[in-house]
Nanobody, 121 residues
Framework: QVQLVESGGGLAQAGGSLRLSCAAS????????MGWYRQAPGKQRELVAV???????NYADSVRGRFTISRDNAKNTMSLQMNSLRPEDTAVYYC???????????????WGQGTQVTVSS
């Protein structure tokens, strides 16, 4: 089995910072793209930032310049440093990864359980 576990959410004031982490564990042969998504109440889930295994990064326009995604391929972990937080960043943040398990040839999509980020004004 493969599991993604997020940590680091919580409450921050506007202008503050939080750091999210995601750890992938289990029968993992390789991980392609890893990324962060978020879903605010009443809204669709949206991409925040994604990073390929080779280091290519894409950010949502709303977070570019404020958030930084990073990953450690050797440890199967990923982080999201969130600075200059705004109330509109309030959402449940999800980790997503495209993972190929041992003894398989295809990648599958996995999601974490989500971690709440709340930014007060």
């Amino acid at each position: 089995q493969v599991q993604l576990v997020e940590s680091g959410g919580g409450l921050a004031q506007a202008g503050g910072s939080l750091r999210l982490s995601c750890a992938a564990s289990g029968s993992i042969a390789s991980i392609n793209t890893m990324g962060w998504y978020r879903q605010a109440p009443g809204k669709q889930r949206e991409l925040v930032a994604v990073m390929s295994s080779s280091g290519n990064i894409n950010y949502a326009d709303s977070v570019r310049g404020r958030f930084t995604i990073s990953r450690d391929n050797a440890k199967n972990t990923m982080s999201l440093q969130m600075n200059s937080l705004r109330p509109e960043d309030t959402a449940v943040y999800y980790c997503r990864a495209e993972i190929r398990r041992f003894l398989t040839t295809r990648t599958q999509e996995y999601w974490g359980q989500g971690t709440q980020v709340t930014v007060s004004s």
